[in-house]
């Protein structure tokens, strides 16, 4: 069975300061792992995904994250938040033919 | 290339009505999914549907059922609508290998349809 778990449903971060928002996977097979950013009023974006290749993975927008096997962690950072950041942001993993996704991170970006 | 569009973008119906939402995916995309977005339960998956075939379900109940057609367009209807029903719904096409195996790096979302109960 595969799941994904987002520690905190609300991040705070002051504009310029690092964003590091977490995710934990579990997966009974080698997992694809994506985040996925919503604006309001919105549907999903893609940020980023991992599929097995380099295990730092770069995105849109300035983020990045790393597959951590040992640790079954995939969290996005970003060294410098900006404004337009404030969003939500979903993890992802997708196994067969279906995706979980995380409950979601509220990020909000303080002037 | 155009993105997944759903229509209507918003909608507000009463309790015991029905309703249909559509999605037409990305030209040559043959996976639809369909998702339910409410504040407090996340993004919960609702179905999908590849060839005009249901290939995964999730837990929802029979009052919410789908259907696709030889255009990949697909169509979700709700009905006998309660208020817990209120959300945003999500569809997402995805592009498949031959065989039917969906591409899995990639998942493409359109712009939601928001349906209020009231």
């Known amino acids: 069975a595969q799941s994904v778990t987002q520690l905190g449903s609300h991040v705070s971060v002051s504009e310029g300061a690092l964003v590091l928002l977490r995710c934990n996977y579990s997966s009974s097979v080698p997992p694809y792992l994506f985040w996925y950013v919503q604006y309001p009023n919105q549907g999903l974006q893609l940020l980023l995904k991992y599929t097995s290749a380099a295990t730092l993975v770069k995105g849109i927008n300035g983020f990045e994250a790393e597959f951590k096997k040992s640790e079954t962690s995939f969290h996005l950072t970003k060294p410098s938040a900006h404004m337009s950041d404030a969003a939500e942001y979903f993890c992802?993993?997708?196994?067969?033919?279906?995706?979980?996704f995380g409950t979601g991170t509220s990020l909000t970006v303080i002037p | 290339k155009a993105g997944v569009t759903q229509t209507p973008r918003y909608l507000i119906k009463t309790r015991g009505q029905q309703v249909t939402l559509s999605c037409s995916p990305i030209s040559g995309h043959r996976s639809v999914s369909w998702y339910q977005q409410t504040p407090g339960q996340g993004l919960q998956f609702l179905f999908e549907?590849?060839?005009?075939?249901?290939?995964n379900k999730g837990n929802f109940p029979g009052r919410f059922s789908g259907r696709q057609f030889s255009n990949s367009r697909s169509e979700m209807n709700v009905s006998t609508l309660e208020l817990g029903d209120s959300a945003l719904y999500l569809c997402?096409?995805?592009?498949?290998?031959?065989?039917?195996?969906?591409?899995?790096?990639?998942?493409?979302f359109g712009p939601g349809t928001r349906l209020t109960v009231l």
């Open positions: 549907y590849f060839s005009e075939t249901q290939r």
């Open positions: 997402a096409s995805s592009r498949t290998l031959a065989g039917g195996t969906r591409v899995p790096n990639e998942q493409f």
């Open positions: 992802a993993v997708s196994a067969g033919n279906q995706f979980y």
